[in-house]
Structures are given as C-alpha cells and as structure tokens.
C-alpha cells in the first residue's frame, strides 16, 4: 500500500487541507503513477462544494491527472516504469455491458467508477488527482505522446475528450460550419480541435473580450451574443454546435442557428432543465443531443490527435496551497483557461 500525500475538504463550506490518503497495494494489473499535474475541472468544485449533491467527505478531487509510471503490476503489459500517463474521468466499468464492449465506458449500463467521489468495485472509496500518487488499472491509464508536455495535457483528459468526442462523434471537418458557445475552460479548447479537424469554426460568447484569443486558437469568426443582431445575422447558419457553460440559456435562440439536420450538443450542465419549444426541434430537422467524455480508445485518439497537432490546453499553473484561490477564480470566470496544480507542491 502507498500512502499519498493529498489536498481535499472536509465539507462544502470547508477549505482545501492537506493530508495523507493510502492507495491500494499494487495488484498484477495496476499501475502505480506518480502524479506531476492535475488540472481543476468545474465539475471538481460543484463536487467538492456539494453543488450537485451526493457529495462524501472528505473528498480529494481531480480527474485531468498527468503523471509517470513509477511501478507496475506482474502482468501488466502496455506500461513500464518511466512512462508518461494520464487518468480521466473514470478508473473502471463493468467490460461486459454493450456500452464497454463498445469501447464507450463512460456510458457503461453497469455502473461507471468516477476517479473521485465514487465506489469501486472493491467497495473501497476513489480519490483524485490532488495527490502525490494514484494506482490505477493498466485498462483506465492513457498513454502521453511525447509531443505533448505533462502540464498542457492534464486538462486535456477532461477538458480535451469532452470537446473531441462531440466534434468526431457529429463530423465536424472540411466541409462544416461548428459554432462553440463558451471561451473558456472547454471552449478555448474546443475552438483548437474543431479547427484542426478542418472545420470553419465560429465562437458564439458573451462579449469581444476574448476575441483576439479566439482567433489566435483557430476560430475563423467570433460573435458576442449580447448582440440581439448576432442571432439575425446567424439564423441557419451551423451544422453543428457545442454549448460549453453550464448555465440557462435560450436554447431556442440558439437552435435558430442551425441549418437543415443541424444539431446543438448540450456539453454544460445547468442548474435547471433545459427548456426547448417542439417547433425549434421541428423546424429544419434539428436535433438537440447530449455527450459526454469518450472512452478509453477516444480518450487516447484525442491524444494522439493533440500531440500530432500541437494542442495544448492554455493554463496557469499553481501550487496546492492555492487551490481555493482558484476555485473563486474560476466561479469568477477569472483564468485564461485552466487552472493546473504542480502536485510537486503538496
């Protein structure tokens, strides 16, 4: 058993504190990792703040996980010592349900484990990236390209595969016309992998504020949506769209942006239920749908993908002590674009 040092909370309102958490003694098919970086997701904070409920403490959060194989298992066969890794969203699933045979494990009809805040399968607790050290099975870990650095990719396995699944999965490419809604966390990078995919990519956001950004990342056009005119100027316009925040809008507004058979992908998740009129659906054929991360084999193609054409996350890379700080930062809409804790500092 390796006993990690780790930052969590004790409570919604509590702050981050450090302390140490045991890992599971090595079995033959994990893989132990030494953790460089871990990236802050939103979804760290509404489970660390109990936002959305079910929340148990203490709790270390953490699923973007970037790190190098320090021990491996006697029948692992895909790691050895001294290569670089990452961990997502989840570490297990069932491997038997149509969802896994699929290679989709994170639609697993069994039940998928969160990297954090979850139960395994050994009924033990899971516990994140806030950590020195984390063992997972050699199936869950993904592999990263040398192309990539280890502190630009930890929110890729997050941030990165929520993006990539729903623009492969819908074919964003030549061809296409993608709107992305949102310039931040997911968004900056959603607007990186649509237009390496080849597709005309327009970022719908709130203002101009991050316009130049925008453009620099790849998108060929940018519209602030408190503009009541951008809604005119783009009625019918996009094959596809990915909404990136997690906060109400009027999705009716934005389905009018769709062409024939266009679809809008709901990426963020509101506090309230989405609320859509049936004649936006069936005016044009439009589709309203949902994603999620992708699985393992997806996860690792967006890698590839990212290294082959030099995508990184745009971050700001802090210590462990200044994980609240950060957490205010975000709510504040306050980073450009992805907070990354050096876990040399816990």
């Known amino acids: 058993m390796v006993t990690a040092a780790a930052y969590a909370v004790t409570s919604a309102e509590g ?31 509404h489970t660390a703040r109990n936002e959305w409920g079910g929340t148990r403490y203490p709790v270390v959060p953490g699923h973007e996980i970037a790190g190098v194989v320090s021990a491996v298992g006697s029948e692992v066969t895909k790691y050895q010592v001294g290569d670089r890794v990452g961990v997502g969203c989840f570490v297990d699933s069932c491997g038997e349900c149509d969802a896994c045979r699929a290679d989709e494990e994170q639609y697993c009809f069994d039940r998928v484990t969160g990297t954090y805040n979850a139960t395994g399968r050994d009924g033990e607790r899971t516990q ?88 620099k990342f790849g998108a060929d056009h940018y519209y602030a949506t408190s503009d009541p005119d951008t809604f005119r100027q783009l009625r019918g316009k996009f094959d596809l769209i990915v909404n990136t925040v997690s906060v109400n809008l009027d999705i009716d507004a ?66 462990a002590g200044e994980i609240d700080d950060a957490y205010d930062r975000v709510v504040a809409s306050d980073v450009r674009y992805r907070f990354v804790i050096d876990t040399a500092t816990i």
């Open 128 to 215: 994140g990236g806030y950590s020195t050290h984390i063992v997972v099975t050699e199936r869950f870990v993904l592999s990263i390209p040398d192309g990539l650095e280890l502190d630009v990719a930890a929110p890729l396995l997050c941030a990165g595969i929520t993006l990539y699944s729903p623009l492969a999965h819908w074919g964003a490419g030549p061809g296409k016309k993608v709107a992305v809604i949102g310039m931040g966390g997911l968004g900056h990078v959603g607007v990186k992998i649509a237009h390496a995919m080849g597709a005309e990519v327009t970022v719908l956001s709130q203002s101009l504020g991050k316009k130049d950004d925008g453009l």
């Open 254 to 319: 934005y389905l009018s942006m769709l062409a024939i058979n266009g679809t809008l992908v709901e990426l963020g998740l509101p506090e309230k239920p989405i609320e859509v009129r049936a004649f936006s659906l069936a005016a044009n054929r439009r589709s309203l749908a949902g994603s999620m991360v992708g699985g393992i084999a997806q996860t690792q193609e967006m890698l590839n993908f990212c290294a082959e054409h030099d995508i990184g996350a745009e971050i700001e890379v802090i210590s």
């Open 15 to 45: 702050p981050f504190e450090k302390t140490t958490i045991d890992r599971r003694e090595l079995g033959p098919l994990d893989v132990l990792i030494e953790i460089a970086f871990a990236g802050i997701c939103h979804s760290d904070i």
